[in-house]
T-cell receptor, first 115, second 112 residues
């Protein structure tokens, strides 16, 4: 099992460019997440998808869109990149059971720089 | 008060030392608690879940105090390989639209 995979690993964009970060998991998990991690800020949730066909905003959704393409894949799109979106982006997945959150498995991250 | 607070450190300890990290959370409705470990430039990985009765995994012991709303992680006989950032994670299902809240992490450096 590959677990959670993310592409690309590194990306440099110019302000105003768009791009899509890809995430896939092979653990048959229902829930998937996108986080960003900035120095001194910790991990912050951008969007999540509790199940195929549903998505919800997290703590910092502005400037991002997501698509839960199928159970395996959850993509994050930056329509018009801004320098404030320079960050490390992590995708995660988990299998939720009623009333409890189980372990989240993280991908290796995408390091994005917006100039 | 922030939802999950941790001392950022760094904690610099010699090999073999015992070190303890504390974490406080603000929402008394929180239900699930975890410690994650994150190595430099890597993704976070689950270290251990924290149960009400406390739990131990080898050199690591986690405790939960619901009355005072804090969680602790104790590492005994520290190894160089324990050097990492330790993230306190709390689930508050009714906390707005954020299913899990991560603390900013406590950095540990174990020195030979």
């Amino acid at each position: 099992n590959a677990g959670v995979t993310q592409t690309p690993k590194f990306q440099v964009l110019k302000t105003g460019q768009s791009m899509t970060l890809q995430c896939a998991q092979d653990m048959n998990h229902n829930s998937m997440y996108w986080y960003r991690q900035d120095p001194g800020m910790g991990l912050r949730l951008i969007y999540y998808s509790a199940s195929e066909g549903t998505t919800d905003k997290g703590e910092v959704p502005n400037g991002y869109n997501v698509s839960r393409l199928n159970k395996r894949e959850f993509s994050l799109r930056l329509e018009s990149a801004a320098p404030s979106q320079t960050s490390v982006y992590f995708c995660a997945s988990s299998e939720e059971t009623t009333g409890h959150y189980n372990e989240q498995f993280f991908g290796p991250g995408t390091r994005l720089t917006v100039l | 008060r922030k939802e999950v607070e941790q001392d950022p450190g760094p904690f610099n300890v010699p090999e073999g030392a015992t070190v303890a990290f504390n974490c406080t959370y603000s929402n008394s409705a929180s239900q699930s608690f975890f410690w994650y470990r994150q190595d430099c430039r890597k993704e976070p990985k689950l270290l251990m879940s924290v149960y009400s009765s406390g739990n131990e995994d080898g050199r690591f012991t986690a405790q939960l105090n619901r009355a005072s709303q804090y969680i602790s992680l104790l590492i005994r006989d520290s190894k160089l390989s324990d050097s990492a950032t330790y993230l306190c994670v709390v689930n508050t299902r009714n906390s707005g639209n954020t299913p899990l809240v991560f603390g900013k992490g406590t950095r540990l450096s174990v020195i030979a």
